[in-house]
């Protein structure tokens, strides 16, 4: 079946250890997105690529980067977690053109200690 | 500034009966809007949408009903079943720049009692 796959689901980093959380998707759509969702919240969106064209959010912190090497994969990289930056962070992707429905994988938890 | 509100963070329902859930929002360039369903453990399911120019859309027993001019939208599930029970998150989309940005609400946790 084609789908989203986040790896890992759980995660646990210290304080300031950076962190990377990866995505794939067998679905080769052209759009990829991260979001953060913290408990009880709406997921935030924080950036997304259209290919390789990167999209930063205008309030996402400098300490959040991403990375696309490939239509398949994608990375979000955390430079330096502060305990504020534990939450569920979901991957989803889109076909450019359609009715911006989006697929969602199943999300990694991360824990800053 | 939360631009998508959902102002029901539960809703308990009998099986069997109609669920309503309830969604607002506040920025007018909105023109489609969707809803997805969560399980625990799971990422967002899309469950169904509905573009500006409509004011309902039906699915099954899903139907979203818009109200444009009081920018409310509402996701009815008749008759609702035990397997329903779910986070529901109301979403909503622009044209132009924010074509495929999705601004999401809180979310509505929805149990459906057999």
């Known amino acids: 079946d084609a789908m989203v796959i986040q790896n890992p689901r759980y995660q646990v980093t210290q304080f300031g250890k950076p962190v990377t959380l990866s995505c794939s998707q067998t679905l080769n759509h052209n759009v990829m997105y991260w979001y953060q969702q913290k408990s009880s919240q709406a997921p935030k969106l924080l950036f997304h690529y259209y290919d390789k064209d990167f999209n930063n959010e205008a309030d996402t912190p400098d300490n959040f980067q991403s990375r696309r090497p490939n239509t398949s994969f994608c990375f979000l990289d955390i430079r330096s977690p502060g305990l504020g930056d534990a939450a569920m962070y979901l991957c989803?992707?889109?076909?450019?053109?359609?009715?911006?429905?989006?697929?969602f994988g199943p999300g990694t938890r991360l824990t800053v200690l | 500034d939360q631009q998508v509100k959902q102002n029901s963070p539960s809703l308990s329902v009998q099986e069997g009966r109609i669920s309503i859930l309830n969604c607002d929002y506040t920025?007018?360039?909105?023109?489609?809007f969707l809803w997805y369903k969560k399980y625990p453990a799971e990422g967002p399911t899309f469950l169904i949408s509905?573009?500006?120019?409509?004011d309902k859309n039906e699915d099954g027993r899903f139907t979203v009903f818009l109200n444009k001019s009081a920018k409310h939208l509402s996701l009815h599930i008749v008759p609702s079943q035990p397997g329903d029970s779910a986070v529901y998150f109301c979403?909503?989309?622009?044209?132009?720049?924010?074509?495929?940005?999705?601004?999401f609400g809180q979310g509505t946790i929805l149990t459906v009692h057999p």
């Open positions: 920025n007018s360039m909105f023109d489609y």
């Open positions: 989803a992707t889109m076909q450019r053109g359609t009715y911006n429905e989006q697929f």
């Open positions: 509905i573009s500006s120019i409509k």
């Open positions: 979403a909503a989309s622009g044209s132009g720049t924010s074509y495929g940005k999705l601004t």
